[in-house]
Nanobody, 121 residues
Framework: QVQLVESGGGSVQAGGSLRLSCAGI????????LGWFRQAPGKGREGVAA???????TYSDSVKGRFTIARDNGNNTLYLQMETLKPEDTAIYYC???????????????WGQGTQVTVSS
């Protein structure tokens, strides 16, 4: 049973930084597509960043150059380093792991429960 647990969310001022962690990443070769998604109030869930088994990364245009995704297979953990945060980054952030990537993002896989990120101006 895969159980993903996010941590590291919180409240910061614009321009600040946070690092999100996602523990419980499966280390078997089946689960090779990992990603972060977010959902802002009143909006749908959107892909933020993803990394596949070849460590090829995908980023949404809104976070490119500010966020960095990384995986630590030894610790079964996925990270999202977020820099220069903006109020529009405010959302619940979810990690996901799946056997399949679509457009670089994991699909039809496992999800964490989410962690809140709030950026004030």
């Amino acid at each position: 049973q895969v159980q993903l647990v996010e941590s590291g969310g919180g409240s910061v001022q614009a321009g600040g930084s946070l690092r999100l962690s996602c523990a419980g990443i499966p280390y078997t070769s089946f689960h090779y597509c990992l990603g972060w998604f977010r959902q802002a109030p009143g909006k749908g869930r959107e892909g933020v960043a993803a990394i596949d088994s070849r460590h090829i990364t995908t980023y949404s245009d809104s976070v490119k150059g500010r966020f960095t995704i990384a995986r630590d297979n030894g610790n079964n953990t996925l990270y999202l380093q977020m820099e220069t945060l903006k109020p529009e980054d405010t959302a619940i952030y979810y990690c996901a792991a799946a056997r399949t990537c679509s457009d670089g993002y994991p699909v039809n896989g496992y999800w964490g429960q989410g962690t809140q990120v709030t950026v004030s101006s």
